[in-house]
């Protein structure tokens, strides 16, 4: 009953974050000769990534959904009623939170390590992936460090041009610089280098003397090398979040390592803490998913979220002192956990004797109350009508 709501959440909240990320990589490669490619391989690689950040979000919601669900349609009721404990009722909630806190560690402890690096990786090779000799409109091209090329229209092939603008830096440091009416792509036979054929143009330059000279031409000729892609030379484990829990560990007890001993494991207990979040959460999202009966979902949602945006930015905020040497890792990353950790399981206790009745679902309905008189109501038909 809670995997399809969390396949949902997790679904949707995955496809809207994917696609303002892939909107931002098509502009950022617009000059790339394979940037579908790229940015197909860049997105499979950042699906680890957003998974990790929305799976704790996407679980409560699912959990809170379905507990008030089944709270509206009396069934927990008829449970609490015929002898079963809200302890029972949360296992099977808790059970599959360990089911996903087990797939949580191997997400955060090996397989984002991975795809991070793989990402930095392509978009590297993508940034550096050179020219094909095609060219886009509006778009600045250097085929080579000395030459710059841009084009106000361009056909469908890339090949045909209008309105050009070349800058070119010289041997001797001198500038030239060229525009033309039209021009048109010619690839050698080798592949090696372009020829760009330009038609009814004007080329500025300057002598050694530093006087301007200009040249008009009916057709013009210029040769344009082709370059290919960079590798990436620097290996995996630069970085303390490309690192696996193992080699974190590994790495925090090497007095040689380059990277300092505090960032090693304030990533390590920040990537331990994420992990174990998710078996809270269902000791939050049942309570409060019994008390949306009265105050109603909203306020509920909205403390849970505002609980986890806390504890996220608190812990984020340990991490980074503990990063700077500025606190101990366990602190600076512990204690947001279980300042999170009490909150959760006080907020469970409380609601053992009275199933939906804690501070927090008071304060919820009492959020509801707000709401619902801010809300105007909608008169009925025959009012209406009359």
């Not at 606190?327 to 399981?345: D, E, Q, R």
């Amino acid at each position: 009953m809670t995997l399809w709501p969390l396949l949902g959440a997790l679904g949707v909240t995955l496809v809207a974050l994917l696609l303002e990320r892939v909107l931002r990589l098509l502009q950022l490669l617009s000059d790339s000769s394979d940037r579908f490619g790229f940015v197909a391989e860049l997105a499979a690689n950042l699906v680890p990534h957003y998974l990790g950040l929305t799976l704790p979000t996407a679980f409560f919601i699912a959990l809170f959904m379905v507990v008030s669900r089944l709270n509206e349609g009396s069934e927990i009721d008829a449970l609490l009623a015929s002898g079963v404990s809200l302890s029972r009722l949360a296992a099977p909630y808790l059970a599959l939170a360990a089911v996903l806190t087990l797939i949580s560690l191997v997400l955060f402890g090996f397989v984002q390590p991975y795809s991070r690096y793989t990402y930095r990786a392509v978009l590297h090779q993508a940034q550096s992936a050179g020219w094909n000799g095609l060219v886009q409109a509006r778009t600045f091209l250097s085929p080579d460090p000395s030459l710059t090329l841009t084009a106000d229209n361009v056909d469908a092939t890339g090949q045909r041009l209008q309105r050009l603008f070349i800058r070119e830096v010289l041997t001797d440091g001198r500038e030239q610089v060229t525009t033309a009416a039209s021009g048109q792509l010619v690839r050698s036979p080798d592949g090696r280098s372009v020829t760009l054929q330009m038609r009814d143009g004007q080329q500025l330059s300057t002598s050694a003397g530093g006087r301007a000279r200009v040249l008009t031409f009916e057709s013009f000729s210029l040769e344009l090398p082709l370059s290919g892609a960079e590798k990436l030379l620097r290996p995996r484990g630069g970085d303390e979040r490309e690192l696996t829990l193992s080699e974190l560990l590994k790495s925090a007890g090497d007095p040689n390592s380059v990277i300092p001993r505090a960032t090693l494991m304030a990533e390590l207990w920040a990537r331990l803490a994420r992990t174990f979040c998710l078996p809270l959460l269902p000791l939050l999202a049942l309570p409060l998913g019994l008390s949306a009966k009265r105050g109603g979902r909203a306020p509920g949602i909205i403390i849970a979220g505002l609980l986890l945006l806390f504890f996220q930015h608190m812990l984020a905020l340990g991490q980074g002192l503990a990063a700077d040497g500025k606190a101990p890792a366990l602190l600076g990353v512990g204690a947001p956990f279980l300042v999170f950790a009490g909150i959760c399981i006080g907020i469970f206790a409380s609601s053992r004797k009275r199933p939906g009745e804690t501070p927090v679902s008071r304060l919820a309905e009492r959020i509801g109350e707000v709401i619902r008189r801010l809300t105007p109501r909608r008169r009925p038909k025959a009012e209406a009508a009359a």
